[in-house]
């Protein structure tokens, strides 16, 4: 597969980031000066699960197409409660293979949730409130393949789902190749006086495009391959393709519309098997997805034809994604399809519109960052503006970047190779572990900054109160009972579009005891007016939502004498009960 880009880059001194930390033991708490590959990922997990066995538990949510395991941690004090009787709170990331530091966030915010536990009062009384469910990666097969074999940054990213991309009956037959061994898919560049690149005349590495009658210097050849099937082409079917970001079912389109969508949604065995562990978590009200690149937290809906949510809905979303740019510098709050694009079949909107969860995608890491300029120099900007393009003064920065603060990791030089099929060439440019990844050293703002954001979002879940405000006796035995449901959070008891479409029940609230009979009641519209919307048939059950930083209340008349109990059950926000004596 011949990519051409406008622009390569390459360096000398090249090591690849992989082999500067030996291998060793996982130990808690958990180091994030570094990446963790998939087996070293799992036995965080563990040793997160070991160290804390009162606050955690493993659950084996099920096993890829290559037959490895997928994990979650759950984090809930069961002293305060049972997790499915709190606001739930799910976390992933690494659902494409190559975006593996959405999996050190996820592991760092369960990390800092338990280490700070009886320590830092918020975070203790978060954990008490909510329960986490986090899982690291779900894309398992690419997160090994990532790491283990020869990449680009931006290659396996798809399921390992055999896929004759080329329709000539094999599959997944040629995969570019790493023809020098070094553990990196680079770009391959000819000496050719009638190309169409020539040397940039102030850095070797940087090629540009030749003008009109100059001379040319370079023919691109595309990413390090051969031609492994003996077709006439060059890395033309690598692994997959099916995207693991599309082949969720709500909103899918098949392949022609959708690409990378499949045959039809959930065919891929690990997304089946996490959308079941979802489903059976009903209680999840609150989810962040992380991927890379771009530095953005998107909300749904994926497509415009959906039209937007609920009006109070959007409230909710800005409140807490306009709170999240502030806590992440840099990073924008964005509607997916409007800001971005259009994307059919994607985990936020099965979130958003199956669970009735709100739901953020967040992007991760600005290459933006990599910067190496004067205090107060502005910086380069990119001419085009688009991601797979690069002005060429911000591409120099860049590797004065690479040069003067990571001492040459991120890029390789180009180095002469004997090709098969063209002879003398050479390869060079980009090394996977760079361009969507931020190299190690600045993991650790990446990763807890994006943790505070998914845990600004936690501190908002919905804690609701119950109160009997009244109870006043208007003859024998006949009582008027007023109840409060008020909440101090952001989020209400469940999403204005779960109640809008019916996705799940609504909360309820029932009055009952063994010697009283609720003789009428409803919403309470006005209080100081006395207005009461009733409900004729079974007035002692009320289906309600509580909204948030709001309140809603409720009126009975009820007959009887003795315990009157009062109780509020809701799918997402907890279950309390009170009880009232009449006397």
């Not at 690069?390 to 180095?415: A, C, I, P, Q």
């Not at 029940?505 to 003789?519: M, P, S």
């Not at 409720?554 to 004498?561: A, D, H, I, N, R």
Request: net charge negative; with cysteine.
């Amino acid at each position: 597969m011949k990519t051409i880009f406008r622009h390569i880059l390459i360096t000398g001194g090249f090591l690849s980031l992989m082999n500067l930390m030996p291998a060793q033991e996982i130990t808690v708490p958990l180091r994030f000066d570094r990446y963790y590959d998939y087996e070293e990922l799992i036995e965080a997990m563990k040793a997160l699960n070991r160290a804390y066995p009162r606050l955690t538990h493993l659950d084996l949510v099920g096993k890829s197409e290559e037959n490895r395991e997928i994990w979650a941690l759950t984090i809930n004090n069961p002293q305060t409660g049972n997790e499915l009787d709190k606001p739930g709170v799910y976390v992933d990331g690494n659902i494409h293979g190559n975006e593996v530091q959405a999996g050190e966030v996820c592991l760092y915010f369960a990390d800092y949730l338990l280490k700070n536990y009886g320590k830092n009062p918020r975070i203790t009384a978060l954990v008490d409130k909510n329960a986490y469910y986090v899982v690291p990666s779900v894309n398992v097969d690419g997160r090994y393949h990532f790491f283990n074999d020869p990449n680009t940054p931006s290659t396996n990213r798809g399921l390992r789902r055999p896929h004759d991309d080329d329709r000539d009956g094999l599959f997944d037959e040629d995969f570019p190749d790493d023809l020098d061994g070094d553990g990196n898919i680079c770009n391959m560049r000819k000496r050719d006086p009638f190309g169409q690149y020539r040397t940039d005349p102030l850095d070797s590495r940087l090629m540009i495009p030749v003008k009109p009658g100059e001379p040319g210097e370079w023919t691109l050849l595309g990413q390090e391959g051969i031609d492994n099937d003996g077709d006439g082409q060059v890395n033309e079917d690598s692994e997959g393709y099916v995207d693991p970001n599309r082949n969720w079912p709500y909103n899918w389109e098949p392949p022609y519309v959708q690409r990378g969508s499949d045959n039809y949604p959930l065919s891929g065995v690990g997304l089946k098997a996490l959308a079941n562990y979802i489903i059976d978590r009903p209680n999840i009200i609150m989810a962040f997805a992380f991927h890379n690149n771009g530095g953005m937290f998107l909300r749904g809906p994926g497509t415009e034809d959906q039209g937007d949510f609920p009006r109070n809905d959007v409230e909710v979303f800005d409140y807490l994604g306009k709170n999240a740019e502030k806590i992440v510098p840099g990073y924008r709050y964005l509607l997916s399809w409007r800001d971005l694009y259009s994307t059919y079949g994607d985990f936020g909107d099965f979130m958003d519109n199956i669970v009735g969860a709100y739901t953020f995608v967040g992007e991760l890491y600005r290459t933006d960052d990599e910067t190496f300029r004067s205090p107060g120099e502005s910086q380069k900007q990119e001419d085009e503006g688009s991601m797979f393009t690069e002005n060429t003064s911000r591409t120099k920065e860049r590797l004065e970047f690479n040069d003067h603060v990571v001492h040459g990791d991120l890029y390789k030089e180009w180095t002469p190779y004997n090709h098969p099929t063209y002879g003398e060439i050479e390869i060079g440019g980009w090394v996977k572990m760079s361009s969507r990844l931020p190299h190690p050293f600045m993991l650790p703002d990446l990763v807890h900054r994006n943790a505070a954001a998914v845990i600004f979002s936690s501190e908002q879940t919905p804690e609701i109160k119950l109160e009997v405000t009244e109870t006043e006796k208007i003859d024998r035995n006949l009582y008027r009972v007023t109840v409060r449901l008020s909440n101090r959070k952001a989020i209400p008891s469940l999403t204005y579009h779960a109640v809008q479409k019916k996705i799940h029940e609504q909360d309820i609230l029932k009055v009952h005891g063994k010697q009283i009979r609720v003789v009428s009641g409803g919403r309470l519209t006005d209080l100081y007016r006395n207005r009461v919307v009733y409900k004729e048939h079974k007035p002692e059950i009320q289906y309600l939502q509580v909204p948030g930083f709001g309140k809603i209340e409720f009126q009975f008349l009820v007959s009887g004498k003795g315990e009157m109990q009062v109780e509020y059950t809701s799918l997402k926000a907890g279950k309390i009960r009170k009880t009232v004596s009449l006397k």
